[in-house]
């Protein structure tokens, strides 16, 4: 077994890019404080493109909120509500309630009444549906005893949940909500719905939409009407559509709501499909003529959850389901054909169940872990290309973690392999920074993943590994490959291919069907390429053309071109712009008026420079 190192601070803690959002969230707070505007709030948020760290935004909010007025303490619980769901995700949020309840004793010091003040916070979340009562139950049991903390859980639940007319009383806690909760607004949008159905006026209930006033709860209103449509079918279904259509073409409902309604209802398809057996069918044929008709992009839909089966049959399935993962796997190591695992993979798990997608990572790292070095760059290629979600792979990760114990028998450097794969799934940007906290705070709360447990101290090794400076390069060479690269294709090959798609859109092609072919590439990790190509364009055409200024908009806009892609795009284009002014005189003038204009669009941190050594 390897000995145990020192952990420097975590460091998404530490990072420059946490305390450039620290900062910023703290104008932000501030500045919502002084003008009230919720609209330009959610904006200025939701432009700093680090949805990772929206639980520190939450966190500070309420903490600010905590030291003044009833007023702003009111303004606070409003803002999170509007917040919640389009801008800020319900892990997000729940992660900041869980630092606040941690912190309790520390706001303590300031706030003297900081037990109750926050109480009011946690009841008035779960009243508002954006945390769930399970909430005090489960972040209790992860409290110290005697903590603030916990005091805080308790009095929420026995001071303000508990008690009669409780949703009332909360709301009016600090001078009543100056917007419908959330269970008016699911009254008022059925109400138009009925309406609308009853009396057929599509013009009413679309102005009956707009004067809710609550754009961020839209996918409601997209969720119950498909619901009716279902359900009633007939001429029903086709009004609804009708109305959807509608509300989509006037901007009355954005394409986000639209799309955030459908995977609300293929979420909840299974509970709708007791009352209307075949809903799933009928799910499906109206998303298809959503589609066809151009208001819904299915493409950026949930695929279905798997349909229900019998405990017998489901464990049948993952027996059977492992035994071809072992083999996928062989096959991959012998040929390196990428797209062959892929389609493999969609046969043999053509409902992307997020639990085998797990299975499949554990067993291609746990394979490529008994073998040599460039096999676990071809495992980790893979990781890379086959674009999992993110939740997948840290659940084939949490997999990897409960074994590792009985996997160090026979494999004794099984913490270097772990550590270099955590870290490699990171730089590759198949997981966020964020997930491998997560991954490691979860892991605490495991039996299997004490302290010093051979899965705790791999992960604690990846996040140290990842701290250190031009940790990245080291990490992508680390088995003796350059990380740029596709098995299956060769790299020549994917550039062609991307300079290709980056010529026929700017020949007039569609934005969506680049994006589209970009996304199909399946390697978010060279999305770089992408970025240099299009900027070498615009500079050679002396910045005439905007097409691919507005394509790389687009795909940043979309999370199709991360931050981290985006920076090194730019990175590679300063390193050769030397060599593109022998063709191009003044190519370093017009990067530079590139990279202003980046970071005034917030593709490019402040600090990015195009100075180079030499």
């Known amino acids: 077994m390897a000995r145990q190192v020192e952990i420097p601070p975590s460091p998404t803690v530490t990072s420059e890019e946490f305390l450039q959002f620290k900062r910023k969230a703290t104008t932000i707070v501030e500045e919502y404080f002084s003008t009230d505007d919720v609209a330009a709030t959610a904006s200025e948020l939701r432009d700093l493109r680090v949805p990772c760290y929206h639980y520190y935004f939450v966190k500070k909010l309420v903490s600010v909120a905590m030291d003044r007025h009833d007023r702003e303490k009111e303004m606070a619980a409003v803002l999170l509500s509007s917040l919640y769901g389009d801008v800020v995700d319900r892990p997000q949020l729940y992660k900041g309630f869980c630092k606040l309840t941690e912190s309790c004793d520390d706001l303590s010091v300031d706030t003297p009444d900081a037990v109750d003040i926050l109480a009011v916070f946690v009841a008035r979340a779960i009243v508002d549906d954006m945390l769930p009562p399970a909430f005090l139950a489960k972040q209790g049991a992860c409290l110290p005893d005697g903590c603030k903390g916990g005091e805080v859980l308790r009095r929420a639940e026995k001071s303000y949940l508990s008690v009669p007319h409780h949703g009332e009383m909360v709301l009016q806690r600090w001078g009543g909500s100056k917007r419908i909760t959330v269970e008016e ?166 409902s992307c169940c997020p639990s085998l997608n797990a299975i499949f990572v554990k067993k291609l790292v746990n394979a490529a872990m008994d073998r040599k070095s460039h096999d676990k760059e071809m495992a980790s290629v893979l990781l890379s290309s086959l674009c999992m979600p993110p939740e997948d792979v840290v659940a084939g990760f949490h997999l990897l973690i409960e074994a590792a114990e009985d996997a160090a028998l026979d494999n004794p450097a099984i913490v270097e392999d772990l550590t270099m794969f955590f870290a ?64 299956g294709w060769e790299l020549d090959e994917v550039k062609d291919r991307i300079g290709k798609l980056l010529q026929e859109y700017d020949c007039g092609g569609d934005v969506r069907e680049a994006c589209r072919c970009i996304k199909d590439l399946g390697m978010p990790f060279f999305h770089h390429e992408v970025v240099k190509k299009a900027l070498v364009a615009i500079i050679e055409k002396r910045g005439k053309d905007e097409r691919l200024w507005g394509l790389l908009g687009e795909c940043y806009g979309r999370g199709l071109i991360t931050p981290n892609q985006m920076t090194k795009g730019f990175d590679r284009v300063a390193d050769c712009v030397e060599d593109l ?34």
């Open 185 to 350: 607004a699911k009254a008022k949008i059925s109400d138009i719905l009925d309406e609308y159905l009853a009396a057929g006026d599509r013009g009413e209930a679309l102005r009956c939409i707009r004067d809710l006033k609550i754009p961020f709860f839209h996918h409601d209103v997209v969720k119950r009407a498909l619901v009716l449509a279902v359900e009633r079918g007939g001429a029903a279904e086709g009004h609804i559509m009708d109305l959807l259509k509608s509300a989509s073409e006037e901007g009355v409902i954005n394409e986000s709501q639209i799309t955030k309604g459908f995977d609300r209802l293929i979420d909840s398809v299974d509970d709708l499909a007791l009352d209307v057996p075949n809903a799933r069918c009928l799910l499906r044929s109206v998303i298809h003529m959503a589609s066809s008709e151009g208001w819904l992009c299915a493409s950026c839909l949930k695929p279905f959850p798997p349909e229900p089966k019998k405990a017998g049959e489901a464990d049948a399935a993952v027996g059977q389901f492992k035994a071809k993962a072992v083999l996928i796997v062989k096959e991959y190591f012998l040929t390196g054909d990428v797209m062959e695992v892929a389609s493999r993979l969609e046969a043999e798990n053509n």
């Open 424 to 487: 490699r799934s990171v730089v590759d940007e198949v997981i966020a920074p964020s997930d491998l906290e997560a991954m490691e705070e979860d892991a605490g709360c495991c039996v299997k993943a004490a302290d010093g447990s051979t899965g705790m101290l791999a992960l604690r090794n990846a996040r140290a590994l990842l701290s250190a400076k031009l940790s990245a390069e080291r990490i992508l060479r680390c088995w003796g490959g350059d990380g740029s690269g596709k098995a």
């Open 581 to 614: 002014a022998l063709d191009v005189p003044d190519a370093g003038k017009q990067l530079g008026g590139c990279v202003e204009r980046a970071k005034k669009e917030g593709w490019l941190d402040a600090s990015f420079s195009m100075a180079r050594p030499g």
